[in-house]
């Protein structure tokens, strides 16, 4: 059985992708040295990794940034690099779950 390791920062927003197309989850402010993304789960929608939003934040299909396959967390860890945002392209549903845990990188790349 493989052991999984838990984030130390938790993030559970609840999104209305009725009023917002794309949602920021990590911005890059937030970003500084690295993050390393543990879980997310997401309802609808796609989670992609940029560095800005994408577009004018306006076009919930816009495809320029790198997006992350639905389920990969459960099996492995994502490296999100330094200044780079982890944002969710929504769906028009009013209530759109996320459940996300990461851990934020030192400048030597340890896990703070």
């Known amino acids: 059985m493989t052991v999984r390791t838990l984030g130390k920062r938790f993030r559970n927003p609840l999104i209305n992708g009725n009023a917002t197309f794309i ?7 937030e970003n500084v040295n690295g993050i390393i993304l543990r879980s997310i789960v997401v309802q609808s ?7 800005g ?13 790198m997006r992350i396959p639905n389920g990969i ?3 492995n860890d994502v490296m ?10 929504t769906t028009a549903n009013f209530n759109i779950s996320v459940e996300m845990s990461w851990d ?4 030597d ?4």
Do not use: K
Request: glycine letters at 14%; proline letters at 10%; charged letters at 10%.
């Open 80 to 89: 999100v690099p330094a200044g780079m945002g982890v944002y969710l392209n």
């Open 109 to 112: 790349g340890t896990v703070a």
């Open 53 to 65: 939003v994408p577009g004018n934040g306006t076009d919930r299909f816009d495809r320029s940034h």
């Open 23 to 29: 949602a920021p989850l990590i911005t890059p402010q």
């Open 73 to 75: 967390t459960l099996y």
């Open 45 to 51: 929608g796609t989670v992609t990794i940029g560095p």
């Open 104 to 107: 934020v990188l030192n400048a």
